[in-house]
């Protein structure tokens, strides 16, 4: 049974920082995609930040870039995000994802973490 359980969410002040972490089961993690997502009340899920295991590519959003750091170890099937300099606009529930590098496979999500980032 696949399972991907976040953690490390929670209330924080402008300007704090937040790790969150994601670990997965079910799946050969080091084949998966690893990315958070978050969705803000009333608007879309988007994409903050994404890992491939392959080359060790970051990819960030425009709003993370700087502030969030993505990482994974496949060892311990852990995927993490450092959030520093948080702001109210990252206030959202976040998503962790995994999505198959070799495709043909469905995605795998998580059920969602809370980050309040208010003074």
């Known amino acids: 049974q696949v399972q991907l359980v976040e953690s490390g969410g929670g209330l924080v002040q402008p300007g704090g920082s937040l790790r969150l972490s994601c670990v997965a089961s079910?799946?050969?993690?080091?084949?998966?995609?690893m990315s958070w997502y978050r969705q803000a009340p009333g608007k879309e899920r988007e994409l903050v930040a994404a890992i491939i295991n392959a080359l060790g590519t970051t990819i960030y959003a425009d709003s993370a870039k700087g502030r969030f750091t993505i990482s994974r170890d496949n060892a311990k099937n852990t995927m993490s995000m450092q959030m520093n300099l948080l702001e109210p606009g990252d206030t959202a529930v976040y998503y962790c994802?995994?999505?198959?590098?070799?495709?043909?496979?469905?995605?795998?999500w998580g059920q969602g973490i809370q980050v309040t980032v208010s003074s």
């Open positions: 994802k995994a999505r198959a590098s070799a495709g043909g496979k469905p995605d795998y």
């Open positions: 079910g799946f050969t993690f080091s084949r998966y995609t």
